[in-house]
């Protein structure tokens, strides 16, 4: 049996629990509600919330989606999370302008753990106050070549097609790695 | 002359006991009969106090050790090493403080953790030549800290016992895990340590416990105690085989961390093949 995985990030309360319990089949979430707030300092005994679901392929190969803490205080476990990851989304709540810099700080960090492709998930796009995601790239100065992909995190479709232009890009990767390496 | 014997006669327990309440200073070394090369373990102690402890091996270098205890990432740890390769604990405990990246307390009680794991690993050794050198201490370029030996003994004890249930729970490291295939509701509460969190980042069935164990720096000890909680909580099962053929340009690890030459340790395959993400395209097309 082959596993792969994908980590699901972005701020706190941006969707991300919802957006894995959407399209998992199993119902192995614990929300970030659990975490307590009181502590100031991470100690050595501190737990943090567990969130993942799981897509089985077939027999051989199954897909592990990983949600990370949203709180920055939990961000040591972002490159423990990172780690081997086959791509990652940001989600970003559409409607909490105040939430952006984070988001933009959270995709710099996972960029810099690794060269996997990634696609910005533009959720809550239901909501009357939610920004497009073209007037999200503007403000998050993204570059035109990355995705972002509007969003409804509990919509199984827009789960979907949030994974899909995640995996084509990975597909795309693949294939431009593939190129490069038959012209040297 | 120095107190010798052999481990089966005459316990880490007892051997500290008499240490603390004898108020003695020196260093007592511990060799595994077995004579590997890190089968070694040294413990220092001032007037009845453990003040420094460490393994044969080169773990006890203050940039690994910060990295253990999660002060300072993998590739930090690399790169200082290899910069301030000669220079030692002190000296670089100075510069890592001046340099900001730790504090003076990260590093004391990064060393104290350290140690402490060093001590506790002993309790579970039942055979080895013993020797204590008295007035013999540390050089002065090692970090030492002051620690009461009661509570050592007392906690290695708790954990000598937990050692013995779990290695009959858990007799085989050389087995691999996978997540439950159908947890159970228990699953919706359950929170996870950093360790946890590490060890649940490398399930996988193509990586044995040991394997796991290595990757994250974790002792057989450490690593039998997260397992067993993580199989009593229904997250993970044992993977019924483990295969062993994996080519050089699919094993993969975390870039930093230490490998097992035999089968490479594999959180997930990044040199993922196109067929694959094919697979995952089509299965979730048709969710």
Sequence with gaps: ?184 | MALKGNLRDFSTTQLLNLINLARKTGTLTIQDEDAQPNATACMSFKEGKLIYAHTGDESNNLAKILETTGKLTAEQARVIQTKAKGTNNKQLGYLLIQAGLVTQQDITQSVRHYILEVVYKLFTWTEGLFRFDANELPADHQITISIDLESVIMEGSRRLKEWEILQEELPDLDVALKFTDRPDARLQNINLTVEEWRVVSFVNPRNTIKQIAKANNLSDFEIRRIVYGMLQAGLVEFSRSVKTAVSPSQATAPTTKPQDTRQPIEQQPPAVKRSIVVRLIDRIRGI
């Design chain 1, 1 to 184: 049996m082959q596993a792969v995985k994908m980590v699901i990030t972005g701020p706190f309360s941006a969707g991300k629990t919802r957006f894995i319990g959407t399209i998992s089949e199993i119902d192995v979430v614990s929300t970030e509600r659990r975490i307590t707030t009181s502590a100031e300092q991470i100690k050595d005994n501190t737990t943090v919330a567990m969130d993942f679901g799981r897509i089985t392929v077939d027999d051989d190969l199954v897909l592990y989606l990983f949600g990370t803490p949203g709180q920055r205080r939990f961000d040591f476990m972002w490159d423990i999370l990172s780690q081997g990851m086959l791509g990652f989304v940001v989600m970003i709540d559409s409607t909490k302008p105040e939430t952006f810099r984070e988001a933009k700080r959270i995709l710099e960090t996972f960029e810099s753990y690794a060269s996997t492709p990634y696609v910005i998930a533009a959720n809550k796009q239901d909501m009357e106050d939610a920004w497009e995601p073209e007037d999200l790239r503007i403000i998050l100065r993204l570059d035109s070549s990355i995705k972002i992909l509007p969003c409804i995190a509990g919509n199984k479709e827009s789960v979907k097609n949030v994974l899909l232009e995640l995996l084509y890009s990975i597909l795309e990767q693949i294939d431009q790695q593939e190129a490069q390496n038959q012209t040297d």
